[in-house]
């Protein structure tokens, strides 16, 4: 039964089969070992056209669908401890935390979120919105970075061609419908007192 004695106490097996001695005869592997101790895929020493399961003797078609392991040559390796899913051994190769506590940040799972990002559905995501965009100093909300992207100014400040500013230029008024914002006059001013003498765009009789 393809048992062949190599000396009186000891047989082998053809290749692909194993010894089973209470039947005193050779067993066929598992279709996806090479070699093995038994006949199931967890009895393997080795995988044929599959993938050996490190430390566990376990023959496997892929790695994709096993929690905790990548692949690696023919080989599924363990991830990181931090890992339930993985590129890699290191801790900053993780796709998928291994604990409900931890949030993967740069590939990393942390137990706690680095400043300016906050725990969303067990990842770090940044505080600061995609489109965000850093305002002036002298801006309370603005359209873009520099000195005349804002929308709105502080308090006791007034906006102007988009500059926040502490009074409204001559030639404009503050407009009571728009909220604190200058408007340009109606009628000519003097230069350098603007729209002083106005409380809307028509001047007063």
């Given at each position: 039964?393809?048992?062949?004695?190599?000396?009186?106490?000891?047989?082998?097996?053809?290749?692909?089969?194993?010894?089973?001695?209470?039947?005193?005869?050779?067993?066929?592997?598992?279709?996806?070992?090479?070699?093995?101790?038994?006949?199931?895929?967890?009895?393997?020493?080795?995988?044929?056209?599959?993938?050996?399961?490190?430390?566990?003797?376990?023959?496997?078609?892929?790695?994709?669908?096993?929690?905790?392991?990548?692949?690696?040559?023919?080989?599924?390796?363990?991830?990181?401890?931090?890992?339930?899913?993985?590129?890699?051994?290191?801790?900053?190769?993780?796709?998928?935390?291994?604990?409900?506590?931890?949030?993967?940040?740069?590939?990393?799972?942390?137990?706690?979120?680095?400043?300016?990002?906050?725990?969303?559905?067990?990842?770090?995501?940044?505080?600061?919105?995609?489109?965000?965009?850093?305002?002036h100093e002298s801006c309370k909300s603005c359209f873009k970075s520099s000195l005349d992207g804002c929308e709105s100014c502080e308090l006791l400040q007034v906006?102007?061609?988009?500059?926040?500013?502490?009074?409204?230029?001559?030639?404009?008024?503050?407009?009571?419908?728009?909220?604190?914002?200058?408007?340009?006059?109606?009628?000519?001013?003097?230069?350098?007192?603007?729209?002083?003498?106005?409380?809307?765009?028509?001047?007063?009789?």
């Amino acid at each position: 039964k393809g048992v062949v004695l190599t000396d009186p106490n000891t047989c082998s097996c053809p290749s692909n089969s194993f010894y089973n001695s209470f039947e005193n005869q050779c067993i066929p592997c598992h279709s996806l070992c090479a070699t093995c101790f038994g006949s199931s895929d967890r009895e393997c020493y080795s995988c044929r056209n599959s993938f050996l399961v490190e430390n566990k003797n376990w023959c496997v078609l892929s790695c994709e669908h096993l929690t905790g392991y990548y692949e690696e040559g023919s080989e599924c390796k363990a991830c990181h401890s931090d890992c339930s899913e993985c590129s890699g051994l290191e801790g900053n190769q993780c796709y998928f935390c291994s604990s409900p506590d931890k949030a993967l940040h740069q590939g990393r799972y942390l137990s706690e979120c680095p400043i300016g990002y906050t725990n969303t559905d067990r990842v770090c995501t940044s505080r600061i919105p995609l489109n965000y965009i850093e305002c002036h100093e002298s801006c309370k909300s603005c359209f873009k970075s520099s000195l005349d992207g804002c929308e709105s100014c502080e308090l006791l400040q007034v906006l102007s061609n988009g500059r926040c500013l502490s009074e409204c230029p001559p030639f404009t008024y503050l407009s009571p419908l728009e909220g604190r914002v200058c408007v340009a006059c109606a009628t000519p001013c003097e230069l350098y007192t603007g729209c002083l003498l106005y409380t809307s765009p028509s001047p007063r009789d």
